[in-house]
């Protein structure tokens, strides 16, 4: 099993920055994939952004290529997402996820991961 404890939500106006982290444990987070998703109240879990195992290939959502980072430290076991230039539709619980395993799926369909964080907010005030 994998334990995923993502930190570093809060409220913040928009055109400001956040930085969430996402700690693993359990397993050898240097092999798995990692995903950034979201969810908006009333909304599907949607993908953000994600990463390979070694960093060198990084994904993102039109909505924040070119404001959100996704990064990892496998030496800290962490997953990060810098957010800048926040905008009110980016209210969300965000998700961090590993996937360890192939589930015949892409890694920007929530149902190729194996494991999820239990969330953490970010309220972007106009």
């Known amino acids: 099993q994998v334990q995923l404890v993502e930190s570093g939500g809060g409220l913040v106006q928009a055109g400001g920055s956040l930085r969430l982290s996402c700690v693993a444990s359990?397993?050898?987070?240097?092999?798995?994939?990692m995903g950034w998703f979201r969810q908006a109240p009333g909304k599907e879990r949607m993908f953000v952004a994600a990463i390979r195992w070694s960093g060198a290939n990084r994904y993102y959502a039109a909505s924040v290529k070119g404001r959100f980072t996704i990064s990892r430290d496998n030496a800290k076991n962490t997953v990060y997402l810098q957010m800048n230039s926040l905008k009110p539709e980016d209210t969300a619980v965000y998700y961090c996820?590993?996937?360890?395993?192939?589930?015949?799926?892409?890694?920007?369909?929530?149902?190729?991961?194996?494991?999820w964080g239990q969330g953490t907010q970010v309220t972007v005030s106009s």
């Open positions: 996820a590993a996937d360890e395993f192939f589930n015949g799926s892409t890694r920007y369909d929530r149902n190729e991961y194996d494991y």
């Open positions: 359990g397993r050898t987070f240097s092999s798995f994939d």
